[in-house]
Structure formats: structure tokens, C-alpha cells
């Protein structure tokens, strides 16, 4: 049955009569995007199979859709955020969906993918028992890797997802595996504070704006010093002076980052 729309792709909820389990489909519509390679991304989705990454099972096409047979899922992040409100009044769920995506991210970029497209609507909460989440660690998931490349392979091409996408690649400068970062950034943004750092509607031309005033990109702080150093890390305009994977890593798994006297609820283990 249906289940939602993207731009460019439906999807619908399924059952895979050979294995009888639940399963989403992705129809992506061949006009609307031409460059899509729905092998390669079940190439690189196999290549980073873990219980991080959401699974592929199958790809086919038809005369005018790309059909990705995917793992099931309840719900994405955006759509949470939506029925929920911002999770900045409970960042025990904030801190798990937080660390869950990180390993995903470690798990990718050691792997030498570079995902290009992170955002709260590739982000998956699926084998919930609950509205809550509580078992996060087995609900989390990291998927839409319908942009992904090698590192190795990396180019230069624009990517039109503005609201996610590193300040590099929308000037159209040549941009390596740290726009996976700033991404990242945004969407723990939208997630803490139900916005962008933009603002609640942010225009693209906005957006443009922004990011083109390095010393005028203000945005909300949260008051956790650990966090806003996150932030801070992440949502670098310049890339040279953002955060490098092994130095987000480094502070992420850090349990002892946080000051507790300070943090008491974020330096909780969720």
C-alpha cells in the first residue's frame, strides 16, 4: 500500500511473496531522475551492510520506474520530528539517534563511501515495539543511498538538496567525503530544534545567502557546551576548517566528553 512521496519517488509498504516478509518499495521515476543507478546503490549498499544500514534486497525497472526492494521500516526521522516536535525536551532519544547515526557514518566511511544525501528522511526508525523507541540501538538505521559514490571516485557535480547540502558543492566547488559532516550537522540541527539553522521556511535563495557570509552564518546555540562545540565542529562554510571524520569520531565516542556536572542528562547512557 501507499506510503509516502519523495520529489522524484514513491514508496510503498509490501509483503515479498518468496520470503513472506514486509519489505518497502522505492519507484523512482526515470524522468525525474535520470542519473540514478539503482545497481550501484545496492553495490554499495551490500558493500556496507551492517545492522546500521538499512538493507536492499532486490532492484528491477519497469518502462518508467527504478524499483529498489528495501528492509521495512516504521517511519523516517523527518516524519518523526513532525508527529513529535524537536527532541531537545528529551535528548536521552536525541543522544540515541545521535550515536546510532555516528556509527553508521563511521561504519560507511571506513568502508570508503562517501553518502552525499544524509538528511532526516534517510534516517529510519523501524522494529519498534512502541512509540518511544526505546531499544534504539536495533531501531536506527541509515539509508537513501541513492547519491552515494566511492571516495575514491569523488567528483564535483551539484547535488539539488540545498537545505542538507554542504556550502562546497552549492558553489560548485570541487568537495571531498566532510560534506557527509555538514549534513550530518544539519540534520542533528533539525533534529535538537525541529528547524534549520536557517530558519523554520528557509528559501533557497536564503540559503545561498547564508552560507556565502561565512562570519554572518549565526544559528541557534543549546546550551549544552559539548553539543554547541559539535555544531560549532560540523557547520563549518569552509570546509578546511570543519571537523575531519576521525576528529568528529574521536569526540563523539568519547564518553568522557561531556562534563556531567554540567550535562547531567546528555552524559547519560540512553
Same mark, same amino acid.
Given at each position: 500500500?501507499?506510503?509516502?512521496?519523495? %520529489?522524484?519517488?514513491?514508496i510503498?509498504?509490501?509483503?515479498?511473496?518468496?520470503?513472506?516478509?514486509?519489505?518497502t518499495?522505492?519507484?523512482i521515476?526515470k524522468?525525474?531522475?535520470?542519473?540514478?543507478?539503482m545497481?550501484?546503490?545496492k553495490?554499495? &549498499?551490500?558493500?556496507?551492510q551492517?545492522?546500521?544500514?538499512?538493507?536492499i534486497?532486490d532492484?528491477?525497472?519497469?518502462?518508467?520506474?527504478?524499483?529498489?526492494?528495501?528492509?521495512s521500516?516504521e517511519?523516517?526521522?523527518?516524519?518523526?520530528?513532525?508527529?513529535?516536535g524537536?527532541?531537545?525536551?528529551n535528548?536521552? #532519544?536525541?543522544?540515541?539517534?545521535?550515536?546510532?547515526?555516528? *556509527?553508521?557514518l563511521k561504519?560507511?566511511?571506513?568502508?570508503? /563511501?562517501?553518502?552525499?544525501?544524509?538528511?532526516?528522511?534517510h534516517?529510519?526508525? &523501524?522494529?519498534?515495539?512502541?512509540?518511544?523507541?526505546?531499544?534504539l540501538?536495533?531501531? &536506527?538505521?541509515?539509508?537513501?543511498?541513492?547519491?552515494?559514490?566511492? %571516495?575514491?571516485?569523488?567528483?564535483?557535480? @551539484?547535488l539539488?538538496t /540545498?537545505?542538507?547540502?554542504?556550502?562546497?558543492?552549492?558553489?560548485?566547488?570541487?568537495?571531498?567525503e566532510?560534506?557527509?559532516l555538514?549534513?550530518?550537522? %544539519?540534520?542533528l540541527y533539525?533534529?535538537?530544534?525541529? *528547524?534549520?539553522?536557517?530558519?523554520?521556511?528557509p528559501?533557497?535563495?536564503?540559503? &545561498?545567502?547564508l552560507?556565502?557570509?561565512?562570519?554572518? #552564518?549565526?544559528?541557534?546555540?543549546?546550551n549544552?557546551?559539548?553539543?554547541?562545540?559539535?555544531?560549532?565542529?560540523l557547520?563549518?562554510i569552509?570546509?578546511k576548517?570543519?571537523?575531519?571524520?576521525?576528529?568528529?569520531?574521536?569526540?563523539?565516542?568519547?564518553?568522557?566528553?561531556?562534563d556531567?556536572?554540567?550535562? @547531567?542528562e #546528555?552524559?547519560?547512557?540512553?
Open positions: 500500500y501507499y506510503f509516502e512521496k519523495i %520529489i522524484y519517488m514513491d510503498y509498504k509490501a509483503v515479498d511473496k518468496k520470503s513472506d516478509q514486509q519489505v518499495l522505492k519507484f521515476n524522468d525525474k531522475f535520470k542519473n540514478y543507478d545497481r550501484k546503490e553495490e554499495i &549498499v551490500d558493500l556496507c551492517s545492522e546500521k544500514i538499512l538493507k534486497y532492484c528491477f525497472e519497469t518502462e518508467k520506474n527504478f524499483i529498489v526492494e528495501q528492509e521500516y517511519t523516517n526521522l523527518y516524519e518523526y520530528i513532525k508527529e513529535n524537536p527532541a531537545q525536551d535528548l536521552s #532519544f536525541f543522544k540515541g539517534v545521535f550515536l546510532e547515526v555516528a *556509527k553508521a561504519f560507511i566511511y571506513d568502508k570508503g /563511501i562517501m553518502h552525499r544525501c544524509i538528511r532526516t528522511n534516517i529510519f526508525l &523501524v522494529n519498534s515495539d512502541n512509540e518511544d523507541y526505546d531499544d540501538k536495533n531501531s &536506527v538505521k541509515l539509508g537513501g543511498f541513492n547519491f552515494a559514490i566511492y %571516495i575514491r571516485d569523488n567528483k564535483s557535480e @551539484p539539488d /540545498i537545505f542538507y547540502t554542504a556550502p562546497e558543492i552549492i558553489n560548485g566547488e570541487e568537495y571531498n566532510k560534506c557527509d555538514w549534513s550530518f550537522g %544539519i540534520t533539525q533534529l535538537y530544534f525541529g *528547524k534549520f539553522p536557517y530558519g523554520f521556511k528559501s533557497k535563495y536564503m540559503v &545561498v545567502k552560507i556565502g557570509d561565512e562570519e554572518g #552564518f549565526n544559528y541557534e546555540k543549546t549544552l557546551p559539548a553539543l554547541d562545540d559539535i555544531f560549532n565542529g557547520l563549518q569552509n570546509p576548517k570543519r571537523l575531519t571524520h576521525e576528529q568528529f569520531f574521536d569526540l563523539v565516542f568519547n564518553y568522557d566528553f561531556m556531567e556536572q554540567e550535562n @547531567p #546528555f552524559k547519560k547512557k540512553y
